[in-house]
């Protein structure tokens, strides 16, 4: 089903936002460059003098029209992990993310009062559409983590769940005859929603964000962030960053997978914005005329998606409108690899492997290469 | 600890959920498109046909620029493959370029196995392909892409059928390589006689089950060209790079004296259909049928031959593993063996040879005895010779001296003349 609200176009943000806004410009020149990619402009075949549009142009550049073609026609998979303690309004960011009721939570409210006993993980899936796009929207919930009184290794059955995912890929993939499209549930994207105390990381948040940051992309955020003033929101957000570095947690966009010095460029800029202070709702109230999503309250209305009172908008476009891609690249080329090596490793009990960059050090090689 | 329960809820039939407003992952084809555009194209074209049929004028023409490379001679002793890789640049698409050339291809005497190198070649390109998959430390999105994603068949214009190498050939290929057949200088073949070759073709070939490469009819926006392209197989085309004046604008054409056949022209040839088709239309779809099917087809055929099989999907990877511990166990033996027959063998040439030289030693004694008793005899012959001698010798002696002993009786007895005992005394003396 098509969105219905035409409202908002997709460079909404340049309307009603502060003018020296990252964002704007990563868009821009994104979509700067997607126009260039018409068909009729300029060729310039290695050796050939432009002699004129019809006679120099080959028509290699179509292959990008090819290429989008078929995507639109798959479409695609996103899976993101929620994980925080409860009450912090996960479900509620989801829902507001994708601005669609995805998340369980918000269907059947007898579900607040319980409290799991024990970590579960409930993952969900939803087809959403927008002009023509079509996405496979997973998202994984996990209700009871950090709850108990005891939270020793709570992050284990997380992270169990994601090398299962990981697990279930390699399998699909070194089968003899496997499916023309392997379905991807490999988690992408993880969200960690820390609680806005306004001093530092707790144990557990350092705990899990350096077990995990090594098997997929975690995206910290503060939780509630309208209980912070601003200032409260950058010494807080300070605190974070030191406390990251100290402990040598390496969170999404990592630093060491910036490719060329543009990448490198905004992705700095995002890691100064990391984490982001979030606020989610899903109710939308009048403010100055326009219909907005925000918290109403007695001293005022928190819009959120006013970058002024809060960072949502950044977020949903680093997940969503930016780097969605790049963040399905990371966990299959690296997370996804490195699960991979030390899968195929471990059970390979020959002494004389060589685990360095160029040979492969697996039997197997040899064994391939002599049996042909 | 805590333990986990894991639910999938609405496992396979996710629900459809409306938006309310935008969320914007319309940008996700742009962010995919934007990646490919940073890392890059590959494509690879692979053509064969005989010697002299244009492939690579036509490839010239196709891609608007001058690739190196002098034509091939007539008197190749085999069929060979010469690839060369260009990068080429459009707007902002870089596109790895790799031709493949068939080399020598119908200009052998005999051609039962013209086809070998070139289904070898394909071969390989899969084979590094599938080695690098199945590394433990791979680098595959960064992976050079060498396998064939097209092979254009040139087809001579005979105007009567197709040859049998070429059927030959095109049966082995189809299930390797997607093959777009298209018939070369087709400005030899008269438009009556080409809608005649092309029907001719066409049922040859679906006579003998060779599959040709169909263009994809399943997307809405280019299933109706892609469909009326299909009925124009096989492309008779015309490649040429020079440039001739018609009106007031320079086109590529070839002149003859009675005209000019204009290579852009669709009513000369099916140059632009061929370019439509092959670059512009569907480059990506035979790349993925390329990667789809018949990289498929070639690994499990592969896995299949090395003895590898499915089973059930919780023992995998430990089947998987101990098929290869297996495996390296069986190689492992099989290298002992070897070494151990070599090793015999060794052992068995020194013995021989021992045995030779001392065969040959012991001749040499025999050798030297023979003729240690050769000379022995000889000695002992020549010694019973001088003995014989020494008897006579000795014999005429005693007879000599028997005789003075009777002449010195005579004279005592006769009281002859001095003169006489003088003289026999002389001739005595001689004596």
Known sequence: MQATDQRE??????????????????????????????????????????????????????????????????????????????????????????????????????????????????????????????????????????????????????????????????????????????????????????????????????????????????????????????????????????????????????????????????????????????????????????????????????????????????????????????????????????????????????????????????????????EM | MAATEIARQAGEGARAVPLSGHVGFDSMPDQLVNKSVNHGFCFNILCVGETGLGKSTLMDTLFNTKFEGDPTQHNQPGVQLKSNTYELQESNVRLKLTIVNSV??????????????????IDTQFEAYLQEELKIKRTLHSYHDTRVHACLYFISPTGHSLKSLDLVTMKKLDSKVNIIPIIAKSDAISKSELAKFKIKITSELVSNGVQIYQFPTDDETVAEINSTMNGHLPFAVVGSTEEVKIGNKMVKARQYPWGTVQVENENHCDFVKLREMLIRVNMEDLREQTHT???????????????????????????????????????????????????????????????????????????????????????????DKKKSLDDELNIFKQKKTAAELLQSQAQQAGGSTTLKRDKERKNSGFL
Request: net charge negative; glycine share 6%; charged share 35%.
């Open chain 1, 9 to 370: 176009p997709y460079m909404e943000l340049q309307e009603g936002s502060d003018s020296e806004l990252w964002q704007s410009e990563v868009i821009t020149s994104f979509y700067g460059n997607m126009a260039d990619t018409a068909k009729t402009t300029h060729p310039q075949p290695a050796g050939r003098p432009e002699k004129g549009a019809e006679f120099g142009y080959v028509g290699i550049d179509a292959i990008l029209e090819q290429m989008r073609r078929k995507a639109m026609k798959q479409g695609f998979e996103l899976n993101i992990m929620v994980v925080g303690q409860s009450g912090l309004g996960k479900s509620t960011l989801i829902n507001t993310l994708f601005k669609s009721k995805v998340s369980r939570r918000s269907v059947m409210p007898s579900d607040e009062e319980r409290i799991p006993k024990t970590i579960e993980i409930k993952s969900v899936s939803h087809d959403i559409e927008e002009k023509g796009v079509r996405m496979k929207l997973t998202v994984i919930d996990t209700p009871g983590f950090g709850d108990q009184i005891n939270n020793e290794n709570c992050w284990q059955p997380i992270m169990k769940f994601i090398n299962e995912q990981y697990e279930q890929y390699l399998q699909e993939e070194i089968n003899i005859s496997r499916k023309k499209r392997i379905p991807d549930s490999r988690v992408h994207c993880c969200i960690y929603f820390i609680p806005p105390t306004g001093h530092c990381l707790r144990p557990i948040d350092i705990e899990f964000m350096r077990h995990l940051s090594k098997v997929v992309n975690i995206v910290p955020v503060i939780a509630k962030a309208d209980t912070l003033t601003l200032e409260e929101r950058d010494f807080f957000k300070q605190k974070i960053r030191e406390d990251l570095r100290v402990n040598e947690i390496e969170v999404y966009p990592q630093k060491e997978f910036d490719e060329d010095s543009e990448d490198r460029m905004i992705n700095d800029k995002i890691r100064e914005m990391i984490p982001f202070a979030v606020v989610g709702s899903d109710q939308e109230y009048q403010v100055n005329g326009k219909r907005l999503l925000g918290r109403k309250t007695r001293w005022g209305t928190v819009e959120v998606e006013n970058t002024a009172h809060c960072e949502f908008a950044y977020l949903r476009d680093l997940l969503i409108r930016t780097h969605m891609q790049n963040l399905k690249d990371i966990t299959s080329s690296i997370h996804y690899e490195v699960y991979r090596v030390r899968r195929l490793n471990e059970n390979n009990t020959h002494p004389s492997d060589q685990p360095n960059g160029h040979s492969n050090g697996v039997p197997t090689h040899e064994v391939l290469s002599h």
């Open chain 2, 104 to 121: 020598g291809f119908g200009d052998q005497i005999n051609k039962e196995d013209s086809y070998k190198p070139i289904v070898e070649f």
């Open chain 2, 293 to 383: 099917r018949h990289y498929e087809l070639y690994r499990r055929c592969k896995l299949e031959e090395m003895g590898f099989k499915d089973t059930d999907p919780d023992s995998k990877p430990f089947s998987l593993q101990e098929t290869y511990e297996a495996k390296r166990n069986e190689f492992m033996g099989e290298l002992q063996k070897k070494e151990e027959e070599m090793r015999q063998m060794f052992v068995q040439r020194v013995k021989e040879k021992e045995a030779e030289l001392k065969e040959a030693e012991k001749e040499l004694h025999e050798k030297f005895d023979r003729l240690k008793k050769l000379h022995q005899d000889e000695k002992k012959k020549l010694e």
